[in-house]
């Protein structure tokens, strides 16, 4: 199955080229393996990439939603550097979002 092979070749990526923990492994392996299997036609296309991330939004907490887009976002790397053609991702795909700055109150401005 060329999905095994992708996911095996992905662990070992990890492990040696960036030196990740196997927790780090584990978790991006699930997270992978889990997107492959939801997308199996086109996983890195830009917009599967951006319906994936809209919904672990609504799905997940922060941290884990922000988890799985680093995964991808490695997954991605992992297959450029293998020499696989990507099609490049809008920037807001593997972007961190980030909360607003609140608003001073006008007394506190004013002070």
Do not use: C, Q
């Amino acid at each position: 199955m060329e999905a095994e092979g992708l996911l095996n070749g992905f662990a070992h990526w990890l492990r040696v080229e960036r030196g990740a923990t196997e927790n780090t492994v584990a978790a991006y392996l699930r997270d992978v393996a889990a997107h492959l299997a939801a997308h199996p036609d086109d996983p890195l296309a830009p917009a599967t990439l951006m319906a994936a991330e809209d919904e672990d939004s609504r799905r997940y907490r922060p941290a884990t939603a922000a988890r799985k887009r680093a995964a991808r976002a490695t997954f991605a790397r992992y297959r450029a550097s293998r020499g696989d053609r990507i099609e490049p991702a809008p920037a807001r795909t593997f972007a961190r979002r980030r909360a607003l700055p609140k608003s001073l109150p006008v007394r506190t401005v004013e002070r």
